[in-house]
């Protein structure tokens, strides 16, 4: 895995290089200081150069929401409290709506040393396979398993895994269990059918969807909204609050409450960066994090509720007649066959997770 990373890396610096001798030839003019241009063009050694001069260190934060969006009122919140703990020596951009890339694009340049901060979950198993636990099908109740995983030695366990391969994990944050819309309600296994389903090219979760009886195509979510509106696929699955910023609710009738899918995302920094910190930044890092955990948590338990209102309030029916169990049945040979195939401990990892949600609802 290290070796990829270095591979991948390399590939992008030479990459950066390249386009950096070309455009010093050329007559362009160069991006002002302080734009979102100039401070990709930067070189990692120039900023430091910089912050050090200044005495000032300047966060760049990727995300792939709006700040309108509950991830993006936090990473604001977070922004606020760290500058003025830190007296603005610890700075914050924030470029939302995916404005620096993917988050593909944010997690490599965050070991290129181009950017700082992003937030990743069940798909940063390409850098630690044990981040699909993070976002395991069937294994979770509601959201206190998913804290009570987070916070034990699984979870501790995969933020390791997150170290090791370059990122330091800030501060986690829960997000709404996925859910799956349709234009008729789905309430067993038998309702899936042959209905051409959208995905969004999780090989996990596409295969287990398919056993169950659905045709599903990986489409981009960009997409989604024309290819559910023209009959290519007749039904998709995403949290609440994607159900609605994206308007599947004009071409969708039906949201069937699955909670086929509880996970968590976790607010990273560039591990090298957070370990070249001087003790004190470090300090005001590590206590502006420590108060973020709890705003994240009550702002999610305060608003949790809001977006399943506001599909209602479209006039979508809410199916609460799922039957989860007989999901769940139908899919675990092919979640078992999945993880046990990925080795590292992942299908004992994934029962443990299993019996601890079954502990707490007791």
Known sequence: MKKRIEAIAAMALCTSLLFGCS???????????????????????????????????????????????????????????????????????????????????????????????????????????????????????????????????????????????????????????????????????????????????????????NSAGAVCSSIALSETFNALSQGVVEMQENPYDFIYDQSFYEVQKVVNQTDHVYSVIFNLISADLYNSLDNEMKGWLDETVEEMQDWTNQYYYAHKDDYLQMLADTGMTVNTEVDRAAFKETMLPVIQAYLEEQGNGLWEMYQSICEMSEENAK
């Open 23 to 209: 455009s010093s030839s050329g007559s362009g003019t160069a991006p002002t200081a302080g734009s979102p241009a100039s401070a990709a063009a930067q070189s990692p050694a120039a900023t430091e150069a910089k912050a050090a001069s200044d005495n000032v260190v300047t966060l760049k934060y990727d995300l792939t929401v709006s700040l309108e969006h509950p991830w993006g009122l936090a990473a604001t919140e977070f922004k606020n409290r760290l500058e003025e703990k830190s007296g603005g020596r610890l700075t914050v951009e924030i470029y939302p709506s995916s404005s620096s890339g993917s988050e593909a694009d944010s997690l490599a340049g965050m070991l290129l040393g181009t950017t700082s901060m992003t937030m990743s979950g069940g798909s940063f198993n390409g850098y630690a396979p044990s981040a699909t636990l993070l976002e395991a099908p069937w294994a979770f109740n509601s959201e206190e398993d998913v804290q009570k995983m987070v916070e034990s030695e699984i979870g501790t366990s995969i933020m390791e895994d997150f170290e090791e391969a370059g990122f330091h994990v800030l501060w986690y944050q829960l997000r709404g269990a996925r859910q799956l819309t349709s234009n008729v309600p789905i309430q067993t296994p038998a309702d899936l059918q042959g209905r051409k389903m959208r995905m969004s090219g999780n090989t996990l979760h596409t295969n287990m969807w």
